[in-house]
């Protein structure tokens, strides 16, 4: 169906039954879902407001409309692979299973949440935002070659795999898993690269001027075979 300014209150969950187009304002207040199932959203000139959720399992890939703000909340929840819409997020959620693959540079500001079995898939686009936290245990991986693919001084709960066969930079920040397969990698100068689990390297070349990493596990850990500037075993197990 097709609307101007969709307003969806109640306190409760609104499920469509068809594909839905929203001119102007979709306004999902706190409390309040919107459940797009597999149907798609559409819109050129869509302004979200509210801070309620909004769930697409739609394996679109024009799921939702690009380059939007989002203030609500979105929750990608097919079992199946999804395109991940490129646009700003305040709380993104990936669910289910399957790879959830950007289509364009993506900004979280608020929650970042990766469930065990998926796959956040940024490709060579940019993950960007002040992102003020993670949750999950699943993984995010980017081929993005610039200084900063991943924002840095943050805590990443799920594994983060650094994939480009080109020259990567490792932001600092903490990491559970952390692999770098591929080609050769930069770590960060400045700041602190900690890692409380597997440290997997790849077989590439290293820059290491100035960095520092710090094993920082509360269980056994291995610290691979390579060349370090500053390293740091704050771990707190056997």
Same mark, same amino acid.
């Given at each position: ?135 999950? &245990?699943? &993984? ?28 990567? &930079? ?69």
């Amino acid at each position: 169906g097709g609307y101007n300014v969709l307003m969806l209150t109640g306190g409760n969950t609104k499920t469509a039954t068809a594909n839905i187009t929203v001119n102007s304002t979709l306004h999902i207040p706190s409390g309040n879902t919107f459940n797009l199932s597999t149907f798609t959203l559409a819109g050129a000139s869509l302004i979200n407001t509210g801070t309620g959720t909004l769930i697409t399992a739609s394996t679109s890939g024009t799921a939702l409309p690009t380059g939007r703000s989002w203030t609500s909340a979105v929750s990608y929840q097919s079992a199946n692979a999804q395109t991940l819409i490129n646009g700003t997020y305040q709380n993104l959620d990936l669910q289910s299973a399957g790879n959830k693959s950007a289509n364009g540079a993506v900004t979280v500001n608020g929650i970042l949440s990766i469930a065990s079995g998926v796959t956040m898939v940024m490709g060579t686009n940019q993950l960007s935002g002040t992102i003020s936290s993670t949750s999950g &245990t699943g &993984t995010l991986s980017t081929a993005n070659t610039g200084t900063t693919p991943i924002p840095s001084g943050r805590t990443w709960s799920f594994a983060v795999n650094y994939l480009s066969t080109a020259l990567q &930079t490792i932001v600092a920040g903490n990491y559970t898993d952390l692999t770098a397969s591929g080609g050769s990698r930069t770590l960060a100068s400045s700041g602190t690269i900690g890692i409380s689990g597997v440290f997997t390297p790849g077989a590439g070349t290293y820059t290491v001027t100035g960095s520092t990493v710090d094993f920082n596990g509360s269980g056994a850990q291995t610290i691979p075979a390579m060349t370090f500037n500053n390293l740091i075993s704050s771990n707190t197990g056997a």
